[in-house]
């Protein structure tokens, strides 16, 4: 069974930064690409960052240059560093990935950047 546990959910001033984990299991952790997603309140869900099993990635526009995706292989986890923060980044932030066509998602950690 595949597991995504998130974890690193904070509440923050505006400029400020958190470091988000997401400890996989179940999976062949190596192979897959991951992805961290973000949900606000009234908002669809969005693609935040991607990182491929090459080490390859990807961000939104909106965080490109202040968060930093990367993974660890050894430990089975991939993290989001987010740095200046800003209060449109308060949201929940998901960990993501896909096997064999199926999607697999965390439960979420909560992030809420305010003054």
């Known amino acids: 069974q595949v597991h995504l546990v998130e974890s690193g959910g904070a509440s923050v001033q505006p400029g400020g930064s958190l470091r988000l984990s997401c400890l996989t299991s179940g999976l062949n952790f190596k192979i897959h690409a991951m992805h961290w997603y973000r949900q606000a309140p009234g908002k669809s869900r969005e693609l935040v960052a991607a990182i491929t099993s090459g080490f390859s990635a990807d961000y939104a526009d909106s965080v490109r240059g202040r968060f930093t995706i990367s993974r660890d292989t050894t430990q089975n986890t991939v993290y989001l560093q987010m740095n200046s923060l800003q209060p449109e980044d308060t949201a929940v932030y998901y960990c993501?990935?896909?096997?064999?066509?199926?999607?697999?998602w965390g439960r979420g950690t909560q992030v809420t950047v305010s003054s």
């Open positions: 993501h990935t896909q096997r064999q066509l199926r999607d697999y």
